[in-house]
């Protein structure tokens, strides 16, 4: 028996709850189309692979090659997408599922992005690769020590004992010491005992130095660095990654001020090194014409062709650099033009068994 | 009778920073005006040589380097430093060229 409200209280208390109700259900009718739109055309396969983050609006599938090293392209372009809902503040659920192949680099690039969801509170999950081997490097990276903090520690700390970890630093400081921990664990996984590579303390002081000058204030972790330390036991070797989310290096040029030195920048470079597209720029930035031909100062500007130089003198390997739209094996001398940007600056490099070393002479 | 005053930048840091102070720790600047330059006057003024050892370290970042010597050589000009100090560096021996080339440059 339905019953009819006479009083005008309980007329507006039922209007009230119709209200509720309505939206309610307006609510659930755009979930189920959205869920029916994602289905749309799919087969079976993709549509349980859909299920496990269907509440999710954003969802980002990963290439299979998960290599920035290897597949810059495609995997920028993945970074990208996460980066582009990211900066519309939506949650997002990122496929890992069909990954056979995946590298540190990628891993790293990857927690920054996640650490940058974490830092506007806003939800970023994810799943593991089917490969064993993918999931295991994940696993073994240092990945999940960040995945529950939002903090970030005052100084970057290195943990002894760790074959793999990711190290960061929100404050910009460059950070000398941490050098002194890496340096003892990573020639003894190289060379059996301490010893002194000096390239590797002067490329982790250029590129902090670096992101500390060039990284401009006021994007969200902007101002952070990530490195990440990787130890191949059997192979000897320990490879670096440093990411970081600046402007990059050719947007930050091309964000000078007419007061700055840098200002056309590319016309000068034209007109003295006949340089005209980015990649040539990098090459030259590499080997220092660049700075000295653009700001008629030697004095500066010897960071990036400090680093090109440890890579020349044996002091690090297979250096690889990727800022903006250049990506470059430096190594191998190629440099080229991606079609997508890659949001900040990227740089790996390895030590290995045959690099310059100098017996450990340090009293610790 | 002993003409030379040797300082190492080991004694300092075993890691050398950054450029300036408020950088990082152990920046060129701070090495500089605390250690460096105090010693340089006495230098000067006794008309001895300076001996600065480069050696004992774990690396060296070019804008700590520059702001030592090229640093020193802005406030005390090029020749009286290539005149009053001498650099050790057995092992990386490029670095005692890189520093000539920062003080020979400290003004260009």
Redesign the interface.
């Known amino acids: 028996m339905k019953l009819y409200f006479k009083s005008q209280k309980y007329i507006n208390y039922s209007k009230r709850r119709a209200r509720k109700s309505l939206k309610r259900r307006l609510i659930h009718k755009r979930r189920i189309l959205h869920i029916r739109r994602s289905f749309y055309k799919k087969n079976l396969k993709e549509v349980s692979l859909l299920k496990d983050f269907i509440q999710y609006k954003q969802h980002v599938l990963a290439p299979d090659n998960l290599s920035l090293i290897d597949n810059p392209e495609e995997v920028i372009l993945f970074f990208k997408k996460i980066h582009e809902i990211l900066n519309n503040n939506q949650r997002v659920y990122v496929i890992l599922k069909k990954v056979k192949n995946i590298d540190y680099g990628a891993i790293t690039v990857l927690l920054s992005e996640m650490y940058m969801f974490k830092l506007k509170k806003i939800q970023f999950q994810g799943d593991f690769p089917s490969d064993q081997n993918a999931k295991k490097l994940i696993i073994e990276s240092g990945f999940f020590d960040y995945i529950g903090r939002t903090d970030v520690r005052q100084n970057a700390e290195y943990l002894a004992g760790n074959d793999n970890q990711i190290i960061t630093h929100a404050h910009k400081?460059?950070?000398?010491?941490?050098?002194?921990p890496i340096?003892k664990e990573s020639s003894i996984t190289i060379w059996g005992e301490k010893r002194?590579d000096?390239?590797?303390?002067?490329v982790l002081?250029?590129l902090?130095?670096n992101t500390?000058n060039h990284a401009s204030s006021g994007m969200i972790g902007e101002k952070h660095w990530w490195l990440s330390v990787n130890h191949d036991k059997k192979n000897k070797k320990v490879s670096f990654v440093f990411v970081d989310h600046g402007v990059g290096i050719f947007r930050s040029l091309n964000g000078k001020s007419p007061d700055s030195k840098w200002y056309g920048w590319f016309e000068k470079a034209k007109s003295s090194l006949g340089v005209e597209t980015n990649e040539e720029c990098l090459k030259q930035l590499l080997l220092g014409n660049l700075h000295r031909t653009v700001t008629?100062?030697?004095?500066?500007g010897?960071?990036l062709p400090?680093i090109k130089r440890m890579l020349d003198?044996n002091r690090i390997s297979n250096l690889h650099v990727i800022s903006n739209n250049v990506y470059s094996n430096v190594d191998k001398n190629e440099y080229k033009l991606l079609n997508k940007e890659f949001d900040g600056t990227f740089f790996y490099w390895e030590l290995c068994e045959n690099n310059i070393n100098?017996p450990w002479?340090?009293q610790? | 009778m002993d003409n030379t005053n040797i300082i190492s930048i080991?004694d300092f840091?075993?890691?050398?920073?950054?450029?300036y102070r408020e950088?990082?720790?152990?920046s060129g600047q701070e090495f500089r005006e605390d250690i460096l330059e105090p010693e340089f006057k006495k230098t000067l003024e006794s008309d001895k040589k300076l001996i600065i050892n480069l050696?004992?370290?774990?690396?060296?970042?070019?804008?700590?380097l520059?702001e030592v010597f090229?640093g020193l050589a802005r406030i005390y000009t090029p020749e009286n430093i290539l005149k009053h100090i001498d650099i050790i560096s057995t092992?990386?021996s490029?670095l005692k060229d890189d520093v000539i080339e920062?003080i020979q440059?400290?003004n260009?």
């Open positions: 400081n460059v950070e000398p010491v941490l050098s002194l340096m002194i000096s390239g590797l303390h002067s002081m250029e902090m130095q500390n008629q100062k030697s004095y500066r010897k960071g400090n003198l100098s002479t340090i610790i | 080991a840091s075993i890691t050398p920073g950054s450029r950088e990082g720790p152990f050696d004992g370290v774990l690396g060296y970042g070019t804008s700590f520059e090229g092992e990386d490029y920062y440059n400290a260009k």
